[in-house]
C-alpha cells in the first residue's frame, strides 16, 4: 500500500512559480508511474503530467507544455511538479497519483492509477 502526500501549494501570482511535491510512503513507489492531475472548481479532474517509473519518459497535457516540467527522485521517493509562467486558469486542487503495477511508463488514464494522494490548492491570482 502506497500513500501519497503533496505538498508546495499556495497562492501565487500571475507569471509566477511554484514547485510541488509528492512524497511516497510504504509500498514500491520507485518501481511504479506517477501523475499529477488537477481539479478546478465545477468542473472534472484533469491530467497534467505523468512520468514514468525510472523517470526516463514524461508525458504533459497541451495546456501545461513548455511551462510545467515533472520528475522524480527515487531514492527519496518523490515526485516533483514545477510549474512556471503560472496562469488564473492553472487554479486547482492538484493531486498525486501512482501506479499500482510495477515498470510502468506512464499514462494520461485517469483509471491506470489506484494510489491518490489529499490534493493541494494552488491559486494562481493577482
Known amino acids: 500500500q502506497v500513500q501519497l502526500v503533496e505538498s508546495g501549494g499556495g497562492l501565487v501570482q500571475p507569471g509566477g512559480s511554484l514547485r510541488l511535491l509528492c512524497t511516497a510512503s510504504?509500498?514500491?513507489?520507485?518501481?511504479?508511474?506517477s501523475a499529477w492531475f488537477r481539479q478546478a472548481p465545477g468542473k472534472e479532474r484533469e491530467f497534467v503530467s505523468g512520468?514514468?517509473?525510472?523517470?526516463?519518459?514524461?508525458l504533459y497535457a497541451d495546456s501545461v507544455k513548455g511551462r510545467f516540467t515533472i520528475s522524480r527522485d527515487n531514492a527519496n521517493n518523490t515526485v516533483y511538479l514545477e510549474m512556471n509562467s503560472l496562469k488564473p486558469e492553472d487554479t486547482a486542487v492538484y493531486y498525486c497519483?501512482?501506479?499500482?503495477?510495477?515498470w510502468g511508463l506512464g499514462s494520461a488514464q485517469e483509471n491506470r492509477y489506484v494510489y491518490w494522494g489529499q490534493g493541494t490548492q494552488v491559486t494562481v491570482s493577482s
Open positions: 497519483a501512482a501506479e499500482k503495477d510495477p
Open positions: 510504504g509500498g514500491t513507489f520507485s518501481t511504479v508511474a
Open positions: 512520468i514514468s517509473w525510472r523517470g526516463g519518459r514524461t
